[in-house]
């Protein structure tokens, strides 16, 4: 008799193995498989393109080219530089009336403003658009800050 409770407990002892070694691999089976799902979750970071206006505010060069740009071709008439009598728009101060975009500005540019004295310069400008958005360029990086 001892010889059969003996064989059993060995039978038991098997099995009680077997389910632990089940149950294991139940547990590695799950790590695995939300391991896998977290790792298919993650995404790479999404690069945000840069505005024209961005990339170039960024180029000295093309600081440097905006503002003789707009000393030559706004300051002389209509926009000064450093309006300290208040006398013309100020376009470096935070009040905008005819468009706070880039593009806004653009068009304010291209085609002007009827009724004002603003007249739309076209994109006659050596490097055509690219001079027109340098322009704009210096204008948004020497503009005060705005709350």
Same mark, same amino acid.
């Given at each position: 008799?001892?010889? =059969? #409770?003996?064989?059993? *407990?060995? %039978?038991?002892?098997?099995? !009680?193995?077997? =389910? @632990?070694?089940?149950?294991?691999?139940?547990?590695? &089976?799950?790590? &695995?498989?939300?391991?896998?799902? #977290?790792?298919?979750?993650?995404?790479?970071?999404? $690069?945000?393109?840069?505005?024209?206006? @961005? $990339? &170039? $505010?960024?180029?000295?060069?093309?600081?440097?080219?905006? @503002? $003789?740009?707009?000393?030559? +071709?706004?300051?002389?008439?209509?926009?000064?530089?450093? %309006?300290? /009598?208040?006398? +013309? /728009?100020? #376009?470096?101060?935070?009040?905008?009336?005819?468009?706070? +975009?880039?593009?806004? #500005?653009?068009?304010?540019?291209?085609?002007?403003?009827?009724?004002?004295?603003?007249?739309? &310069?076209?994109?006659? =400008?050596?490097?055509? /658009?690219?001079?027109?958005? !340098?322009?704009?360029? =210096?204008?948004?990086?020497? *503009?005060?800050?705005?709350?």
């Amino acid at each position: 008799m001892s010889y =059969f #409770l003996s064989n059993y *407990q060995v %039978d038991l002892q098997i099995l !009680k193995n077997k =389910f @632990q070694l089940d149950r294991l691999k139940q547990v590695f &089976f799950i790590f &695995f498989i939300l391991g896998a799902m #977290l790792g298919c979750g993650s995404e790479e970071p999404i $690069a945000i393109e840069k505005t024209i206006v @961005q $990339a &170039f $505010a960024e180029d000295p060069e093309s600081l440097g080219r905006g @503002q $003789a740009l707009f000393l030559g +071709s706004c300051a002389g008439e209509c926009h000064k530089f450093d %309006d300290l /009598d208040g006398a +013309s /728009d100020n #376009l470096f101060d935070c009040y905008w009336y005819n468009g706070e +975009s880039d593009d806004e #500005l653009f068009n304010v540019v291209t085609v002007g403003l009827p009724g004002t004295k603003m007249v739309g &310069f076209g994109t006659n =400008f050596p490097e055509g /658009d690219n001079d027109l958005w !340098k322009i704009i360029a =210096f204008i948004k990086y020497r *503009q005060e800050p705005c709350n």
